[in-house]
């Protein structure tokens, strides 16, 4: 099996530019890549990062769109990040999608909520850098772990040995194992570090479990 990079990537929220550098300021001494969660208040009903954000130098900075509007929000994202993350459920062609990735120069992920097959995917699965899988509904911090959403983790490593899968939602240093079990190589966790006394500990406590 090829070896693939392996992340755990914190997953912030904030509603300005205020918000964001104290959440940024928790984690970006230490964690190499980090998930910027835009919510627009329409797709999901809460709203996170939907303003102009002006990010730090240093890490890697995923993109992870929650919105209606999901192709112009990846043509306008910031210059800093380096993925951006799409869901299924927002596009109408995944390919224009692709071409769009292509043409910003930037890593794309489809993300799959809960409800999504991963039928939608597998004719662009060798065409794209990575794919979400949702393990709770989006839209909610602290969110329900769904342990059957792992089952696509499963299928799609099956299918590649290569491509990036990433699990996002109720990640902790219990369900962590389970999603890595499955195949996923990149995990995303909000509350659980950006929550913690201690986000460095909390990171760290993650990493290890790789």
Do not use: C, W
Request: charged share 25%; aromatic share 6%; no cysteine.
């Amino acid at each position: 099996m090829v070896a693939l990079i392996k992340e755990v990537l914190p997953a912030i929220i904030a509603s300005d530019q205020e918000g964001l550098d104290e959440m940024l300021n928790r984690v970006k001494d230490f964690a190499g890549n980090i998930m910027l969660d835009l919510m627009d208040g329409k797709l999901v009903k809460a709203s996170s990062l939907d303003f102009p954000m002006s990010l730090p130098e240093g890490p890697r900075y995923q993109f992870h769109v929650m919105a209606v509007d999901p192709i112009q929000r990846l043509i306008n994202a910031p210059d800093e990040v380096d993925t951006v993350v799409l869901h299924a459920e927002t596009l109408d062609d995944i390919e224009v999608a692709v071409e769009a990735a292509h043409e910003k120069k930037v890593k794309l992920f489809i993300a799959l909520n809960p409800e999504t097959p991963i039928s939608v995917l597998e004719p662009y699965l060798d065409r794209l850098d990575g794919v979400l899988i949702m393990s709770v509904h989006p839209g909610q911090y602290g969110a329900k772990f769904l342990p059957e959403q792992l089952e696509k983790v499963k299928e799609i490593r099956a299918h590649s040995e290569t491509i990036t899968i990433e699990v996002d939602g109720g990640m902790n240093d219990k369900t962590m194992v389970t999603a890595v079990n499955a195949g996923a190589n990149q995990i995303a966790s909000g509350s659980y570090i950006m929550k913690s006394g201690d986000p460095e500990a909390a990171y760290e406590s993650l990493r290890a479990l790789f």
